[in-house]
C-alpha cells in the first residue's frame, strides 16, 4: 500500500487508488497516519472530528469509520497482518516507511542534512530534490482539521518551508541561480512571510544578473510585510538590500559564482556572503507543558533590539536538576532561532552528566571555531587567542548561542558572545550570579500542569480514565519534570498496567525511586550529579544524608545543627553548600525545604553509609532540640494561661509535651 499525506489525502492499494469520499472519515485517517505507529486515544479521535461538541453518538459513529477504515487497509494477506489494531488505549496504524510519504520526506531531509554536513553538495541536492518531489500542495489539504491536526499540519508546513530554503542554498551554491529563482517564486507566491525566502530570492535574481529584479523583490518583500504583518523588513534583509545598492564586493558580482574554496562550492547552511551557518540545536523538545510565564520573558529579551552599546542579551536558566532547563530553552531557542539567521551553536558543558567532567571552555572554543568555518589546523592552541578569534568571527553576525547544563560561571565567560547582534541561552542549577544576564528561575510543575504531563506521555484517554489515580502518580512524583517524564514512559511501555497499579508501587517508598527509572533514564542519576559535586572534607554530605532520617517539611539552622551534631556556623555553612548545589530549596527567613523524592535519595544514602546507631543518635538529638523548643515555648506561654474554672477544666491555652 501506499499512503500520502502530504497534499491531499490519497491511498494506493497495488498501485490502484482506495476511495474515502466521507470528510470525518479522512479526518480519522489522516489522525492515524499522523501518529503512525503509534496508539491514538479515542478521546483524542472524537475531539479531532467534532472538535468540542461530540454528539451521543460520536463513539458509535467513530467505531463505524474505524470498521470501514480497516476494510480498506487490510492486506489481503489476511487479519494476522491487520494493519489496523485495536487496544484498550485506543488505535494504532501500521505502516511500513516505505509506503508513507511522511517518513520518505523525513529520511530524505535527514539524508540531505547528513551529505550537506559533509560538503557534499550533489548528494545532498539530490535527496532534497527527492524529499520536495513527493510534495503535491499543503499537507492534509482536502482533510477537515481539528485542533491537533492543524499543529500537524503547521509543523509539516515548517518542515518543508525549512527544506525549501535548504535546497535553495544548496543550487546557490552550485551557481544555478536561474532554477533557485524559479522555485522560490512559486514558494513565496505560497506563502510570503517567509523573510529567508525573500532573500533568498533576491540572492539568486543578482547573480543571475538581474540587479532590477533583486530590489523589485525587496520591493515586494517589504509591502507585504507591512500589508499583512504591519512590519518592516528585519536586519539580515536590509543589511542584503543595502549591500546590493552599493554593489557590495562582499557580494559576488551580478551573473558571477558562488564563493568557492579550494576550488569547491561553499555548501549551503552558509550565509550569503560564504560564510558557515551551523545549526547545532539538538532535536526539539515533543513533549512540553506550562512555562508559559518563563517562555513569555525569554522570547521579549531575545526578540528585542538591543539597545546601542547595552551588549548581547543573555538569558540563564538556573533550578534542580531534571526539572527542565534545557527542554524550556531549546523550546525558546527554536522559537526564536529565524532571528538569528548567521546559525545556532549548541553545546552540552557536561555539568550534569554523571561520570563524565565537565568540557574545558577551551575545548568548546575549539569546536565553536570548526563549526564557524575555521579549519581544524588553523584553530588557536591557546585559549586566549582562541577566544579572540571567536568574538571576531561574531561581530558582525546574528548567532544564537546555547551553552547547556554550566557548573559554574567561569566556564560559561569566555563562550558569551560580545556582540549586541548575538544572544546566548545558559542552563545551569547553580545560579549563575556573576555572569551578566537575565536569570530565570526554574522550579517544579504544578499539579494540573503535572496530569497534563502525564497524559501526553500515557495517552489522554487512559489519564481521562483513571483521574484519581493520576493524580497520585504525579504527587508521588513531588510534580518533578524528570519522574513524571519517567512515569509516563513507563506506562507507555506498559498498556496493560492500570494507573492504580502502577501508583501503588509508587506509594511505597522503599522502592518508588527504583520505579522511577527505564533503560535510560534514572531519577538518581539526576540527584547523584548533585551530590558528587559537595565537598568531601566539610559536613554537607553528612548533612544531606541526615536530611533522610528526619521527615520534617522544613528545616532550619539550629535543627540542623542538633541534627548532626555540630555548631551553628557549620550547620549554616553546610546548609548553603547544599542550597547551592541545589539539593535544599530556601524558602526565606533562614529556612530550607527538601523534595519528596530528594530525601528518599538521602535515606538511601544514610542507609549505605551511617551506621544504624549514628542514625538513631541523629533522630534522639533533633527530638532532644523539639523538645527544648517546646519547653521555652511552654515557658514563655505560662504567665498567660488561665487558671482553670472550679471544675477542674482549664479555660485557656493547653500546652502538651511528646517525645513520640
Not at 520536495?132 to 509539516?156: Q, S
Not at 495517552?459 to 513524571?484: D, F, K, S, Y
Not at 542519576?525 to 544531606?544: D, I, R
Amino acid at each position: 500500500m501506499k499512503f500520502r499525506l502530504l497534499g491531499p489525502l490519497r491511498i494506493q492499494a497495488n498501485g490502484s487508488p482506495v476511495r474515502i469520499t466521507a470528510p470525518k472519515q479522512r479526518t480519522v485517517l489522516a489522525m492515524l497516519l499522523a501518529r503512525a505507529g503509534h496508539v491514538v486515544p479515542i478521546r483524542s479521535l472524537v475531539a479531532e472530528v467534532w472538535d468540542d461538541r461530540p454528539p451521543r453518538s460520536a463513539v458509535a459513529n467513530l467505531r463505524t469509520y474505524l470498521m470501514q477504515l480497516r476494510k480498506l487497509v487490510t492486506p489481503a494477506s489476511g487479519p494476522a497482518d491487520e494493519r489496523l489494531v485495536t487496544s484498550d488505549a485506543g488505535y494504532l496504524l501500521r505502516v511500513e516507511p516505505a509506503e508513507f510519504d511522511l517518513f520518505q520526506f523525513e529520511a530524505l531531509s535527514a539524508e540531505g542534512r547528513h551529505a550537506l554536513a559533509s560538503g557534499d553538495l550533489g548528494i545532498a541536492q539530490d535527496a532534497y530534490d527527492r524529499a520536495l518531489a513527493l510534495w503535491g500542495g499543503m499537507a492534509a489539504e482536502d482533510v477537515p482539521l481539528g485542533p491537533t491536526l492543524r499543529e500537524v499540519v503547521a509543523r509539516l508546513t515548517d518542515r518543508y518551508l525549512a527544506a525549501v530554503e535548504e535546497h535553495a542554498e544548496i543550487q546557490l551554491a552550485l551557481g544555478r541561480y536561474a532554477a533557485a529563482a524559479t522555485r522560490l517564486r512559486e514558494v513565496i507566491g505560497q506563502y510570503p512571510l517567509r523573510e529567508r525566502l525573500h532573500g533568498q530570492l533576491m540572492v539568486a535574481l543578482y547573480r543571475c544578473g538581474d540587479v532590477a529584479g533583486a530590489l523589485d523583490a525587496f520591493g515586494a518583500a517589504r509591502r507585504v510585510l507591512a500589508d499583512e504583518l504591519g512590519i518592516d523588513p528585519g536586519p539580515d534583509l536590509l543589511r542584503l538590500h543595502q549591500a546590493m545598492l552599493r554593489r557590495d564586493t562582499a557580494l559576488p558580482p551580478p551573473g558571477g559564482h558562488a564563493p568557492a574554496v579550494d576550488g569547491q562550492a561553499v555548501p549551503p547552511g552558509s550565509v550569503d556572503d560564504g560564510r558557515p551557518r551551523p545549526r547545532q540545536l539538538p532535536r526539539p523538545p515533543t513533549v512540553f507543558v506550562g512555562r508559559s510565564a518563563e517562555l513569555a520573558r525569554l522570547h521579549t529579551v531575545l526578540c528585542g533590539d538591543p539597545a546601542a552599546g547595552a551588549g548581547p542579551r543573555v538569558m540563564a536558566l538556573h533550578g534542580p536538576g531534571g526539572v527542565g532547563k534545557s527542554t524550556l530553552a531549546l523550546r525558546a531557542a527554536y522559537g526564536v532561532a529565524g532571528r538569528y539567521a548567521d546559525g545556532q551553536l549548541y553545546v552540552d558543558l557536561q555539568g550534569a552528566t554523571p561520570d563524565l567532567p565537565p568540557l574545558r571552555p577551551a575545548e568548546v572554543l575549539g569546536r565553536f571555531l570548526r563549526a564557524l568555518g575555521v579549519p581544524p589546523g588553523e584553530v588557536p592552541v591557546d585559549p586566549a587567542e582562541a577566544a579572540t578569534v571567536y568574538q571576531s568571527l561574531l561581530a558582525d553576525r546574528r548567532v544564537l548561542v546555547m551553552l547547556d547544563n554550566a557548573v559554574g560561571a567561569a566556564q560559561v565567560a569566555p563562550l558569551l558572545p560580545a556582540s549586541s547582534g548575538c544572544a546566548a541561552l545558559v542552563t545551569s542549577r547553580t545560579a549563575l550570579t556573576t555572569v551578566d544576564a537575565v536569570p530565570i528561575a526554574v522550579g517544579v510543575l504544578d499539579e494540573p500542569q503535572s496530569l497534563r504531563m502525564l497524559a501526553l506521555l500515557a495517552g489522554e484517554t487512559r489519564v481521562a480514565a483513571e483521574a484519581e489515580a493520576a493524580t497520585e502518580i504525579t504527587r508521588w512524583c513531588g510534580h518533578h519534570p524528570l519522574a513524571l517524564r519517567i512515569a509516563g514512559a513507563r506506562l507507555a511501555g506498559r498498556p496493560d498496567w492500570s494507573l492504580a497499579r502502577f501508583g501503588e508501587r509508587l506509594r511505597n517508598q522503599q522502592r518508588r525511586l527504583d520505579e522511577l527509572q527505564t533503560a535510560d533514564l534514572r531519577i538518581r542519576s539526576c540527584f547523584e550529579v548533585g551530590y558528587a559535586t559537595l565537598g568531601p572534607a566539610g559536613p554537607a554530605k553528612a548533612v544531606f544524608r541526615l536530611f533522610g532520617v528526619l521527615d520534617v517539611p522544613e528545616v532550619g539552622v539550629e535543627l540542623v545543627a542538633a541534627l548532626a551534631d555540630v555548631d551553628p556556623k557549620t550547620a549554616e555553612a553546610a546548609l548553603d553548600e547544599l542550597a547551592e548545589a541545589r539539593l535544599l530549596e530556601p524558602v526565606g527567613d533562614g529556612r530550607f525545604r527538601m523534595h519528596d523524592l530528594l530525601r528518599l535519595f538521602a535515606a538511601e544514602l544514610a542507609a549505605a553509609h551511617d551506621s544504624p546507631d549514628e542514625r538513631a543518635r541523629a533522630v534522639r538529638r533533633a527530638l532532644d532540640w523539639y523538645l527544648d523548643v517546646c519547653r521555652r515555648v511552654q515557658a514563655l506561654l505560662q504567665p498567660h494561661l488561665r487558671p482553670g474554672q472550679a471544675s477542674g477544666r482549664p479555660k485557656g491555652w493547653r500546652c502538651t509535651i511528646s517525645a513520640g
